[in-house]
Nanobody
Framework: QVQLVESGGDLVQAGGSLRLSCLAS????????MGWYRQAPGKQRELVAT???????VYEDSVKGRFTISRGGAENTVYLQMNSLKREDTAVYYC???????????????WGQGTQVTVSS
């Protein structure tokens, strides 16, 4: 099995910072990319940021300059450093990864269960 587990969500005041973490574990051969998505109340899930195994990053426009995505080492981790948080950042944040499982023949999409980020006014 492959699992993604997020952590770091919290209640924070506007202007504050949080760091989200995601660990991919299980029968993993390789990871092509990892990223973060979020779903705010009354809105559809949207891409926040992604990072490839080569280090290329993509950010949603509203988080550019405020959020930074990075990957860890051998433990298959991805982080999202969130600074200057705004009330509109309030959402459930989901970790995503494209993973080639051991004994698999193709990359598959995996999702974490989500972690709640709430930004107060």
């Amino acid at each position: 099995q492959v699992q993604l587990v997020e952590s770091g969500g919290d209640l924070v005041q506007a202007g504050g910072s949080l760091r989200l973490s995601c660990l991919a574990s299980g029968s993993i051969f390789s990871i092509n990319a990892m990223g973060w998505y979020r779903q705010a109340p009354g809105k559809q899930r949207e891409l926040v940021a992604t990072i490839t195994s080569g280090g290329s990053t993509v950010y949603e426009d509203s988080v550019k300059g405020r959020f930074t995505i990075s990957r860890g080492g051998a433990e298959n981790t991805v982080y999202l450093q969130m600074n200057s948080l705004k009330r509109e950042d309030t959402a459930v944040y989901y970790c995503h990864a494209k993973i080639l499982p051991i004994s698999g023949s193709a990359y598959r999409d995996y999702w974490g269960q989500g972690t709640q980020v709430t930004v107060s006014s």
